[in-house]
């Protein structure tokens, strides 16, 4: 015959309570956050100790850099004729208008085609897009060092060279495909309804483009846009292949050739034009960083 156990107490009621468990929430939240913040720590440093580098070598003197310690501090902290020496003698300021005639000029016209490929690509409905679209991402797998040495055979053959022409020509070819694929990603999340009803309202397809398209990727455009002009502001190896002289280098080839008298590098100066290099796009990257955040995110949801 079974017999039934009656608990003496109320206590032997009670589930035993996961305290085990609740200690190790705090722990662990502890230690991820300590690792966490470590790993900022450590990437903010990696990012901010080379420009601190870069600005306090900026004030230095070639002596300074000769006979000194490389990490050891400037000795005159006022000290900017590295700056001016920059600009005069180094020639900044016309490589700057440089690299702004070769940048600005391409980057509009990788825009306007990119946007309009990427309309044409995801709003349009035709035979044959798909294939379209492929082979512009075949364009992306192309790597620019191939295509240098017969583009610059083309140009020569045209009458191109000593122009900044093949470069405005090359930067639009090589991000085309890049901001037509992207474009069309972010013209994928736009609802179709507001193409349709514009459709029955009479409007034509140019009309839709400009006055409903581009609107509603105005911050992936600013994104595609940032994007581009990074690569291009900052690149050497086009411009060192198109630039047959000193008239037509931009601001890469120019840091990359700045000499001063028997050929010495002039280190002070040249710091000092880096300096001002980075502190621009620095300073650009941070007055458009919402814009591109948003436009980041714009493509990763539907309508």
Known sequence: MSTLTVPHSRADLRTPSPTGKRRRRPVRATVQKVLTTAITVVVLAVVVVPLIWLFLGSLKTQAEFLDNPAFALPENWLNFENYSRAITEGNLGQYARNSVLAVFPSL??????????GFALEVMVWKGRSTVLLLFL???MVPGQMILLPLFTMYFRAGL???LWPLVITYTAIGLPLTTFMMATFFRSVPRELFEAATLDG???????????????????????????????????????????????TIQVGLLNFRGQFGQIEYGPTLAAVCLNVLGTLLIYLFLNQRVMKGLTAGSVKG
């Open 138 to 140: 075949a364009g992306i």
């Open 203 to 249: 409007a034509s397809v140019i009309r839709m483009f400009f006055s409903i398209g581009i609107p509603l990727v105005s911050n992936a455009l600013f994104t595609v846009a940032l994007v581009q002009f990074f690569f291009i502001w900052n690149d050497l190896l086009i411009a060192m292949t198109f630039t047959n002289s000193d008239e037509l280098r």
């Open 161 to 163: 060279t000593g122009s």
């Open 108 to 117: 509009f016209l990788t825009l306007l085609f990119g946007v309009a490929a």
